[in-house]
């Protein structure tokens, strides 16, 4: 299929050239990292991609339905509405994305404090846990981001992510994602971004300044 499209741009049978084919235009993976934690309406892919314009957007997602990692389909009644979602081999990719936002961030020009989406702050959490910190922690933190809600349970040195309900977990963070970046990877405290009126928590307190030191960065390259 993917011959009959276009010419490719490689004239190259490495695996990581044909992966290129697939997914290397400009905003395809971030469009992947936004349906990782499922299914979304294109007006909600639209709000958390600013930069992308809706032309390009539906460009994108029609290039990923034709290459078999997106699909759309249409919600039962009372919803009846067209969502977008990642097929089985789509969700195959998060290892990829993860890796590849690992990789990145040991550069310099990296830079944590830039706009980030809910789900671009939920990925960074299952790549950047730190299993040692985590120990045997088994605990559900709920996140309320704006129209975004998420519970992530860390147990057994992993995190499973779910969009739902924040309210049912025994720990709740409520804020904007680069408020609660800002604790997890700038440094600040939470008391200053409560302060701030930037960050709300609710629940256990030592379990909040315990979760927010579970999550490290890669060390960065030599100057």
Request: glycine letters at 8%.
């Amino acid at each position: 299929m993917l011959k009959t499209e276009k010419k490719r741009w490689y004239d190259d049978a490495c695996g990581t050239a044909f992966a290129l084919e697939l997914i290397g235009e400009r905003w395809v993976i971030l469009i992947m990292r936004e349906l990782m934690f499922g299914p979304r309406r294109f007006g909600e892919l639209r709000r958390d991609l600013p930069g992308v314009s809706a032309n390009v957007l539906t460009q994108r997602l029609d290039r990923l339905e034709r290459n078999r990692i997106v699909r759309k389909r249409v919600l039962p009644p009372p919803a009846s509405v067209q969502i977008y979602e990642l097929t089985e081999w789509g969700y195959e990719a998060e290892d990829l994305i993860q890796m590849l936002g690992k990789w990145a961030t040991r550069h310099p020009g990296h830079d944590p404090t830039l706009p980030l989406s809910a789900a671009s702050l939920m990925m960074s959490f299952r790549t950047m846990l730190d299993t040692n910190r985590a120990g045997d922690l088994d605990v559900r933190v709920g996140f309320q981001l704006g129209a975004d809600q998420f519970v992530v349970h860390i147990h057994d040195g992993v995190i499973d992510t779910y969009r739902e309900d924040a309210q049912t977990a025994e720990l709740l963070f409520k804020g904007a994602p680069t408020a609660i970046a800002a604790a997890v990877y700038g440094g600040e405290s939470l008391a200053t971004l409560e302060d701030a009126d930037m960050l709300a928590i609710t629940g256990d307190r030592e379990l909040a300044e315990r979760f927010v030191t579970l999550f490290v960065l890669p060390e960065k390259l030599p100057a």
